[in-house]
């Protein structure tokens, strides 16, 4: 028997450019595009007249963007959701994810360039369109965001066993390459300052702490956007703990002043928590 079943078209390429004269504005997103509704006879019967192909999903992306300007991806995300449920009536719920890669302009003799971009990444912002046939919800994030911080940082008085190596620090290191999920009150939203507004918080939040463990500045950094942004309802923080471990340089029969490490891409501690109104 079948139990559970959805189909879409993963990694839709979409690249905007919007013409002003001689200064272009470019959007980079990537689309997916998940369908879950009455199909079960594509399954068990092959039967695929009710089957919207996901070719038509990716040609979808392509004609809606050329019927409007593409800004916030969220508004995107709700107007491909709102043609797929209007437009298939076997259709339960439709899930819209959208990936934005960031392209800044090049500055040429202190001036930004027109038409000329370079890639600003590896951070990117996301946003996650969910809607049905009686209500949408929107949610957004970031991810890949490279943060780090060289003071304010301790880890001590943790529990200890007859394998535990580490010793306390009072002052590390503390780096992160920071993915937020948060979903909004309502689809009533200026994406774009609210996104901002989060990102805003959430790294002020990381610098100005006084952590004592990535636990500790990861919940002051949930708390600081549920205080400020009020469209806010939810926020998911995952942080990974890369690791810069002190050269012992001692060995060189030089002093350690704990400013020589390397940095450590595995292991990594992986921290993780939602906070909620």
Avoid: C
């Avoid at 990537?30 to 990716?58: C, H, Q, W």
């Amino acid at each position: 028997m079948l139990a559970d079943s959805a189909y879409g078209k993963s990694r839709v390429r979409l690249v905007t450019v919007s013409r002003h004269g001689d200064r272009h504005d470019v959007r980079d997103l990537t689309v997916a595009i998940r369908f879950r509704g009455e199909y079960d006879e594509s399954y068990t019967e092959g039967d695929n007249s009710a089957v919207l192909p996901t070719d038509t999903m990716k040609n979808t992306v392509y004609a809606m963007a050329g019927q409007q300007t593409v800004r916030d991806p969220e508004t995107f995300g709700l107007a491909l959701a709102r043609r797929f449920i209007d437009r298939n009536p076997r259709l339960r719920d439709v899930r819209i994810d959208l990936t934005e890669q960031p392209w800044g302009r090049i500055p040429i003799g202190g001036r930004e360039h027109g038409q000329a971009f370079l890639r600003t990444g590896p951070e990117v912002r996301t946003a996650t369109v969910r809607s049905d046939r009686e209500r949408q919800t929107v949610g957004a994030g970031v991810k890949h965001l490279l943060i780090l911080k060289s003071s304010k940082s301790a880890f001590t008085g943790f529990l200890r066993d007859e394998y535990t190596t580490l010793p306390d620090t009072r002052d590390r290191i503390l780096a992160t390459s920071l993915t937020a999920t948060w979903k909004y009150l309502s689809h009533d939203v200026d994406f774009g300052p609210s996104w901002q507004a989060v990102r805003r918080a959430l790294v002020e939040a990381f610098a100005e702490h006084d952590s004592q463990s990535v636990q500790h500045t990861m919940y002051a950094m949930g708390q600081a956007v549920l205080d400020s942004a009020a469209d806010v309802t939810a926020i998911r923080l995952i942080m990974p703990n890369k690791h810069h471990l002190p050269v012992d340089l001692t060995r060189f029969g030089l002093a350690n002043r704990n400013e020589i490490f390397v940095a450590t891409d595995e292991p990594y501690g992986l921290i993780e928590a939602t906070l909620v109104r």
